[in-house]
């Protein structure tokens, strides 16, 4: 990719217009952002001013929030107009939404009047739920034309249509009666009447469903569309599969990000400040450390402990570690489990017999393990406190994959959000407790052994 | 959900046919899914008779490995067949190749010729592929004909294709020579030809290229479809939207699996065994207890620091979560914008320098924190401890912030999957190292203070 930046760079300096329009011309979507995000942001507006709108469209609705507020002030007004009345209506209305202050007024005084009105009545809704991604672009008819007649219709029909592959027939209230895909129609015969093939058992979300839900829907059903009807089950719009995909991706990010201690939305790296990464990392941490202090509380409290069988204090970071990654993969599989709307709270009883069982085979092997490895390798300790170690380190795989299973299915239970929990809090509860139990685990089998 | 459940096995019970049909005319395949996870096998494959055949192939498509080869055995030869023969015919190979082997031999012996040919072509290819996502079940028509033609051929046109919506155009060697949605085609005249109208610069993939890159193409170019060929750019098939979000649901699990310490493929953990839930976490488990010893070997090492300054044992659990938090989040986001096509080997200056900025803001920020958090809130330490302390942090913190990002940039560039290396063996690293530079810290200060 470096190679095709450089390339660039070199038409520009020699100014070789030929060069430059045949070299875009073959440029794909995803070539084009990555050359966008290897450009400084003098080059990107050059390059950007070589575009066809097209594709000038395509990168605007692919780049970050900030990166779309810096290139629209860069732009006359003009070329702000021609690109901004051609943009689908939802990514407009995202649009308006996410850009500076600023350029919004802008943005806003160089659409047309209809245009205008069709974003206001997109913005009137939150942009998580099934209305913030729909389009009110869509094919509606009613129930009584013919196939031949709505095969005219489509054909000479309106060129802006987010699709044509799915008609939506709507009675004189606008509600929705059924939808039938374009396939149906050209197959079935001149004269049949629309509503005589019509689907009328519709799948359609409604405008406050939020948008994980839609995505499901979508995908379950196979669909390219799925229709947005108001509580009057009012056609309001229509969401397409690729802002499924979208909203796929973007909750994928959010989720990894959550597993990595970090919240917020997903930005592209190197074009994102140092500034705004900070502020979305170090939340998280702070409150990690300041929790994650209390073992310091547990290993004041048990000091003694360790104070009589100083061998216990090196194998503290394993004992920490092994318990924090036994609960953080309980709580990945329950977590996705109940993401993908496959586990739910009733099936607690299910999941901790499952996770009893797994945590005493692991915890079997992996004492076993830790013993043998004591035993044999450097640092090396003694039998009884080699079985010691296993002893422990048993209890202490049983109980983070329990609580690491049960902790996400409480907390969906409660309304919050698992994932939060997932790795980092989860490993801070595993450490405080994780300690305690290897600490009096310990002390009961030395007592034992040395009474 | 459970409730939906109750209902069905009362009807089960009572033999309420008519409530059982309506019920399940009702049912959305998500509910469908639902209950049948709800469901024993008895009663799922009660449940399972009473669908009519389109739902039965939904299902089929949604349930794992396991369930489609239990269900299947559980079938009369002919309600196999009757499946068998209407499924897509990519969604059919997958079938074969994952069920059990005396499964997919009666499968085999039920397939008429023509299936069993096209079968066996689809499973000539790797399943992680662009050919192993693709159907052979698309529309391709010669250049030369015209609008009117292909409308009539699509019109009478084979019910079983996977698509009818974009219109691939070939010669006579079978090579992609264009493509035309079916959009482009109604809105044309009826006497133009299709190659006049055929966009000619065609995006293809090679039948060989990963799944995810397929995904990625699909997604940049909000395709509904796009085309697989060979080396000859011959067509050998089509992979549809519905397959890429199928993908990238996949994907997503097994990235958030490989984060959570586990590997494997995604599959339902309610009907998962233990024995295969255990294969799946063990071998991480063992790996990271054996290479998370090491920090034996180094707390072994420093021990007569520790010894001497017996405050610094108890913040050990703090200093080494602390330092995987912070390189866990710095893996997450180079991980997540190489994932996204975002960021590559070429940027890890920029990377560097950037986490090297936010690693001394972030220590310091962190530093400041235990250093009053020790002073203030019991176990307190001295001032000079706490300062030892803070330093110590500081350094912990940036030098888990360069390698959380230096290492999975490195492991991308050699061609290794860097995800596997994120939140686990990331934290082992780190906190061999971290305990390194908090033992040498601490000495270093704690004697230039007695010094």
């Known amino acids: 990719m470096g190679n095709l930046a450089d390339k660039f760079r070199e038409y520009f300096l020699q100014n070789s217009l030929k060069e430059l329009h045949d070299t875009i011309q073959e440029l794909s979507i995803s070539e084009l952002i990555l050359l966008w995000h290897d450009f400084n942001e003098g080059e990107s507006l050059q390059l950007f001013s070589y575009l066809d709108l097209e594709q000038k469209i395509d990168l605007i609705n692919q780049i970050s929030e900030e990166e779309q507020s810096d290139l629209l002030k860069a732009l006359s007004s003009e070329g702000q107009r021609q690109i901004l009345m051609q943009m689908d209506p939802d990514d407009l209305a995202d649009l308006i939404q996410t850009v500076n202050h600023d350029v919004r007024e802008t943005v806003w005084n160089s659409l047309d009047e209809e245009t205008r009105k069709e974003t206001q009545f997109l913005l009137r809704f939150d942009s998580d739920d099934a209305a913030g991604l729909m389009t009110p672009r869509y094919v509606a008819l009613r129930s009584n034309i013919t196939v031949e007649q709505a095969i005219r219709f489509i054909r000479e029909g309106n060129k802006d249509l987010e699709t044509i592959y799915y008609v939506y027939v709507v009675d004189n209230l606008q509600r929705l009666m059924g939808v039938i895909s374009l396939r149906e129609i050209l197959i079935a015969k001149d004269q049949e009447r629309i509503g005589e093939r019509m689907e009328k058992n519709v799948i359609s979300v409604r405008e406050d469903t939020d948008q994980e839900e839609v995505a499901k829907i979508l995908e379950d059903n196979d669909f390219i569309a799925v229709p947005v009807v108001d509580s009057f089950h009012r056609l309001l719009g229509i969401v397409t599969f690729d802002d499924v995909i979208d909203v796929i991706r973007e909750e994928q990010t959010e989720d990894i990000y959550k597993m990595g201690a970090m919240e917020g939305s997903a930005d592209v790296y190197l074009h994102t400040s140092v500034w705004k990464l900070l502020k979305k990392r170090i939340p998280w941490l702070i ?128 309304g919050g959000d698992p994932t939060v929990i997932a790795a980092p809090l989860m490993s801070t509860f595993i450490d405080v407790m994780g300690l305690t139990i290897y600490a009096v685990t310990a002390q009961t089998m030395l007592s034992m052994a040395s009474g």
């Open 287 to 414: 409150l990690l450390l300041l929790t994650g202090t209390i073992t310091t509380n547990v290993l004041d409290l048990f000091s003694h402990i360790f104070d009589a069988a100083a061998f216990l204090i090196i194998f503290i970071p394993v004992i920490t570690q092994t318990g924090g990654n036994t609960g953080t993969q309980s709580s990945t599989l329950i977590i996705r489990g109940l993401a993908m709307g496959e586990l739910q709270f009733s099936d607690l009883g299910k999941v901790i017999l499952k996770e009893i069982a797994l945590g005493i085979l692991m915890g079997i092997i992996l004492g076993v393990l830790i013993l043998a490895r004591s035993l044999f390798l450097p640092p090396v300790v003694g039998l009884y406190e080699a079985v010691v170690l296993g002893f422990s380190l048993i209890f202490v795989v049983l109980f983070s994959t329990i609580i690491g299973s049960i902790a996400p299915l409480l907390i969906h239970k409660a």
